[in-house]
């Protein structure tokens, strides 16, 4: 089943790509050509290039907007903050898993070595609080703080997700607080800011941020369930590559801590130090499977995806912009990549 | 000669060190243990240490905001986030430089693992500017503003320094330029936003600003000198180490671009493939010398600090703040370690 992108990814991408490129033309040379690489803006030798991300974060920071405050300016900066940040931390993320491919090429740092990967990481987490507060903003402080205080909950899940690699004795609990700060705080964030933005009360702020958080849950369990089932070709990541090392995705914790049979055998074959390749790779998958671990990953998107949902409409307002965020978080859900 | 440590350091880390650990003890145990590391506080198994930094910059923040506004209260919280973002820098330079040694001990990374050093490395940066904007403050904006601009320039410079290493005709002025951004702009930064947490018009803000850039510049050129024919047990370096990694510092670039003999041979040794260790070491931190590159850095020291000085005293005050900058700066330039 193919299900059309909504119209609300495109027209944001085209809408936030100004002002991420302008704050990217800020950088020397050298760094400004690792971030437009990684952003798939150029090739590696700097010539054009015409890829382009799923600008999920943007678009929901400016249908929150939206939502939120009737006739709102678009918040194009704070939608381009948050996509600076995610950037920060897929560089980072990439260099700390030695991940190779993202979005069907070969990794910034593969390309232009881990030095200038790490320090264009850098350069994307200050740009994107840089870009809040110059030229100054009313509510400037409180937008700072609120993506100060997601960068820091995505920084202790990253650190939890690496903790996790060296461990045998995950729970189910802190591996969805693990995702709650690796993905949930940026997505609610999003939500939360273009909502502040557009100067909602902050009643309506924290819904759409709580919305966020939801669907932040919702589409990072799509995205471990594309992990392990998912079609290479359409998500761009290699075959099985999350069990190859070995993560602790939340539906693979669900499985090794389900006390069942499967799930014995999956504990066995991720403790086994052989490589977790091949046919032993399709097997942990199908454990999970058999553990019914993935029917349990795919009701709780179903439920993170209602619960979010929920938040809307906000304080009691419909329209085009809440039926966009509706449409959005179904398609994330529902989406194949 | 020793020179007494100028007592606003010592005080100035005693009064900002609370702040620098409830912001650093606000993170995940993990990334928290790998940055008390870092800061000297704890050993590796998380044990308490009593190492300190030098705590440079906080001193700057205050005495800037004493000596621009009487009776201001101190700006803790603004001495806290450059001293993060400082060490920010540090952590993820070492991992850049693969430096093992810092402050006469094994870096983070080599204790820790690359991945959980970048990773205290973000977190730093992101609680820099965390640390400005909570609990709300009137001046929080421009702060971060201030902040993320010197973050940007910092990032600027290493990029610089890192492309040097790869290049044989870095010129002087492009060397000073990135001495700047790695080390001037984040002294100047710790100046203006003690300044400007005090309340200081914008004339004194720039003033002060301008004191830190030049003497940032005094205090790299010092930094190089000490690296070319400093002792290794007073720097806590390894001897010779930035010849080593045939580092483009001020002095090196002033004696390869001098036109002298010198010169000529210093060209061919950092050109030549063999390593540059022991005598080759030692023959090329002579040739600096002999290029006439020893007098000239020592020379430019003094300009710049005579430059920083002339900014002080601020809008014709006067007082014991303005005394401990200065006897500050001129302890940072005539410094052993």
Known sequence: MTIAVPSALTTSRRQVEPALRAAVGELDEHTRLVCEYHFGWVHADGSPDGRTGKALRPALVLLAAAAAVDDAPAPFREAAAVELVHNFSLLHDDLMDDDTSRRHRPTAWTVF??????????????????VLVDPPAPHAADAVR????????????????????RRHDVGLGECLRMVEGKTAALLGCACGLGALAAGADPAVVSRL????????????LVDDLLGLWGDPATTGKPVLSDVRARKKTA?????????????ER?????????????DRAELAADLVRQAGSKEWAENECERRLTAALAQLP??????????????????IVRRQW
């Open 113 to 130: 070595g881990r030095p200038a990967a790490l320090l264009a990481g850098d350069a994307l987490l200050a740009l994107g609080t840089s």
């Open 146 to 165: 609120m993506l100060g205080s997601a960068t820091g909950r995505l920084i202790v899940g990253q650190a939890a997700d690496l903790d996790f690699e």
């Open 209 to 220: 941020r709580t919305f966020g958080e939801e669907l932040g849950m919702a589409f990072q």
């Open 251 to 263: 539906p693979v914790v669900h499985a090794l801590t389900s006390g069942t049979a499967a799930g």
């Open 266 to 278: 999956l504990h066995r074959l991720y403790q086994d130090p052989e490589q977790l390749v091949g």
């Open 314 to 331: 906000t304080g009691g307002r419909t329209g085009p912009a809440v039926d966009a965020l509706t449409e959005l978080a179904e398609f």
